[in-house]
């Protein structure tokens, strides 16, 4: 009897900024991909056309458009979007592109909250939501007290300041100690220019995440040692 | 938008190919407007400003090349592009690539060779399982990328001996997609090798209206070609 695995589904969301390199979005988006594909999650990939599905859309979007932002017009709108994408799929694991799997399981997702948080900073760069949970976020965020200095305001202002439970362990900042032992490794702009500056951050992420597993997995083919088929038949669970 | 915009190329390069890289790297940026370097890790490029990811080593023909190749594929069909163009070092498309021969979805444009199943490659102890083998430029859909991709995954990273034409002209037959073969075309001239001795040859077809190349390492070679091709009426100067 072959053995069945259930795979999970993991999201992100993506909007072209004209500011933003998109090229260099694209780049990492598909490391993104290839990343959690290896952990066996199927990564879906949710634009403002899932937003735009949630009946609250309208409302929702006027309220976060009169945020301030010191980003490219755009970036934090989407930001802000991506909540509603999440609600519309039922909730789940939503993550930034640049949150790049290492070994990460499905089974690491067994929280007692309807939304948690996987970062120690609280930053939602990546957010584990029930489908109650991601409907709670777009209401929180509809209903919340949101206070800012009226410069910037971002999704960030407001996961850290809701204060949504926390998981620490799951995802860590590039250049934290501990980040080559992390299930998921986060390369922010901030986090990836300090660490290794003046790099394209797909290249950083290349080398440090893809390139000794890779030459690992060749070394095996080249001796013969790697069986090439993958005849397991394989069921979406979520 | 154009298809151009939606165009990703992914160049199989390593660092002895330097000089013929810099040389095509202006062409291939008329093609696509994302280029991306593989290259073996112990043999890379020095392209400063370019995207360059690395790999295995660099061994001619060996379980190393076709995995270089299953990478680039894989990583160009996540790339959020409608079109992946493959590349070896030394081939090139002069001049933007026709609106009739991009493919459709599920479909592969190149120059397709049929051979018959069993081959036996000259020189060395390798049969090949394949009845076609495609040179490079190959311009995928999307959907052909990722099929190839999946078909790659099935197969032994020696597949076909390392030969990456070979190899890709076998996973896409193993995906059962549609190859769109230029040769019919009357736009490919194409050789493992253009040589001097050919460059008149060479030239002639590109005057005749050839502009989709493999074999171009040398300089004099490429720069002859490349003047023909832009004295053609439909090409830019």
Known sequence: ?238 | MTKRDRTIAVVLAHGKAQAAVLRHLPVWQENAKLVVFFTPEDDPLDLPGCTQFSMGKSDGYSAHTNNRCREALRFASWALMDYVLLIEYDSVVFGPIPEQFYPEPGEVTAPKFTVPPGERCPGRSIIFEGSQFLHFPILFSMSACERTVEEMDKMSSWAEGGLTDRYVGYAVERANLRVVDLWRSGIVYTKNIIGADMIDEAINAVRAGARWHHGIKDRDVFERMSAAARELPSMPS
């Open chain 1, 1 to 238: 009897m072959q053995a069945v695995r259930f795979l999970m589904r993991v999201y992100t969301y993506f909007h072209p900024v004209p500011q933003i390199d998109f090229l260099e979005e694209c780049k990492l988006h598909a490391l993104w991909k290839r990343s959690w594909m290896d952990s066996e999650f199927i990564p879906m990939t949710l634009t403002h056309q899932a937003a735009e599905a949630h009946p609250r859309f309208a409302e929702f979007d006027a309220k976060i458009r009169g945020f301030p932002s010191i980003n490219p017009a755009g970036y934090d709108v989407a930001c802000w979007h991506r909540w509603l994408a999440l609600a519309v799929l039922g909730g789940g694991l939503m993550v930034d592109y640049d949150v790049i799997a290492r070994a990460f399981s499905f089974e690491m997702l067994q929280f007692p909250n309807p939304v948690t948080i996987l970062d120690r900073g609280g930053v939602p760069c990546a957010v584990y939501a029930t489908a109650e949970g991601a409907e709670q976020i777009v209401s929180d965020i509809l209903s919340f007290k949101h206070e800012h200095d009226g410069k910037h305001y971002s999704d960030m202002f407001f996961f850290q300041a809701r204060g949504y439970p926390r998981e620490e362990t799951v995802t860590l900042p590039f250049g934290h100690p501990d980040w080559q032992r992390a299930p998921a490794v986060h390369f922010s702009h901030s986090d990836t220019g300090r660490e290794r500056p003046n790099k394209f951050r797909s290249v950083v992420v290349w080398h440090e995440m893809f390139k000794p597993f890779l030459a690992e997995r060749a070394d095996k083919a080249e001796a013969g040692l790697l069986d090439p088929t993958k005849d397991v038949p394989v069921q979406a669970a979520a």
